[in-house]
């Protein structure tokens, strides 16, 4: 017994170290404290277990734990924090027949990660102009790992691309650890192309393939819509990031599964980078096109590179493209 009580101390005290450390709200000083602190008394309550007085051991700690995760629970997410600029707004829109307009659609000019020209525009479209659907895949380490975008075309030549962010606050940095203990929210941004990729290929160094997506008007009016209800909903309700199940692929799936009968879980939808294998195999690629071959012409991180701030960005990237003329 007292060694699965050691174990079970050992193994919640991680969690809860860990959730000490990304929730803490009292610099690195306060941090190290409670962490510190946290580690001690378990320690201490582990000896005094093990010398005899095991009942008393497990009570303090299973009390300890208690009001820890009553702690934990009361940690709501929230919209009114100092957002980093290009995170600030999260789009919304309202339906109105065909006709779709956007607020807070993101428009930056990016010359670095510091430098830019800050632009959120009101946007009009035209569901009955939409006539392509793009998966958009940028890696910036790993193969198994990265960012999905969704970009919808329109006959008029305009594209808008829908990105799911983790929402990050000026003085914060990307953790995937931290995605796992309420660090970071949740935003969903309507932004130019243009913008949206060129940050990522040009200004980030972040490896990026666009691949058309065969869908019927219908799916992609559906999907395009469930993008601007997600959207309103969080601008509404504010969200926890979490690194597994409440990403930009997770959440992509979902609103597909309401669109699309029977779409299967896959491990391509924890492991995003290999997102577009599994679009592949559900039919939602261009047919008779290897995968191999789909990824070599649909890599657009060298034409977005060249392509800088054209006005023809979108028509660059896309030369070459299966599925794109």
Known sequence: MLSVFTFLIILSSLWAVLALWFQAHWGIAGRY???????VGSLLLIWLAWKGSAWLGIGIYVIAFAGLL?????LEPSHDRDWADDLA?????????STVVLHNVRNFSWRSDQDYDTVWETRQYDLNQLAS???VTS?????????ILVSFGFSDGRFITFTVEVRREQTEVF???????KQFELAIIASDERDVIHVRTNVRGEDAYLYRVELSDAAMRSLFLAYVNQANRLAEQPRFYQTVTANCTTLVFKMMQSIVDGLPFDYRLLLSGYLPSYIQKMGGLQPDVAMAELRQAGRITLRAREAGHSKNFSRVIRQGVPGWR
């Open 139 to 147: 890696y910036w380490g790993i193969p198994a790992i990265a960012h």
């Open 133 to 135: 659907v793009d998966v």
């Open 175 to 181: 953790s995937e650890l931290g995605g796992f203990f």
């Open 89 to 97: 707004h999260i789009t919304t829109g309202e339906v109105q027949g």
């Open 70 to 74: 009553f702690w934990w629970n009361s």
């Open 33 to 39: 404290l409670f962490s510190g602190l946290w580690v």
